[in-house]
């Protein structure tokens, strides 16, 4: 069983920029897609990244450009991924949450149905102030 252990949430002003981790434990072998997604209140969960175990990486049409998703894959049990952030803006306070699904190989896509995501983590607060 896999768990993911997010951080690295906070608050900054617009223009600033903050780096989430999200420490991936137990079997991850084979093909799978992480994934960083983000809630905000009153909001459905939607798709931020994902890359997959190759490194392939998407992204949501409104972060292009400013999130940079990357994960270190130390070995098949030990991954993090991160997510980094700049030229905030309001907009992208939220809680983002890290998950996991298995995924054939070109299979990884920022737009998964969250209800189809395996794994999930506790999530992690980020606040942008105008």
């Known amino acids: 069983q896999v768990q993911l252990v997010e951080s690295g949430g906070g608050s900054v002003q617009a223009g600033g920029s903050l780096r989430l981790s999200c420490a991936a434990s137990?079997?991850?072998?084979?093909?799978?897609?992480l994934a960083w997604f983000r809630q905000a209140p009153g909001k459905e969960r939607e798709g931020v990244a994902a890359?997959?175990?190759?490194?392939?990486?998407?992204?949501?049409d409104s972060v292009k450009g400013r999130f940079t998703i990357s994960l270190d894959n130390v070995n098949n049990t030990e991954n993090t991924l991160y997510l980094q952030m700049n030229s905030l803006k309001p907009e992208d306070t939220a809680m983002y949450y890290c998950?996991?699904?298995?995924?054939?190989?070109?299979?990884?896509?920022?737009?998964?149905?969250?209800?189809?995501?395996?794994?999930w983590g506790q999530g992690t607060q980020v606040t942008v102030s105008s």
């Open positions: 890359t997959d175990s190759d490194g392939t990486t998407t992204y949501a």
């Open positions: 137990g079997d991850t072998y084979g093909s799978y897609c």
């Open positions: 998950g996991i699904y298995r995924a054939a190989v070109g299979m990884c896509t920022v737009r998964r149905n969250p209800s189809l995501i395996d794994v």
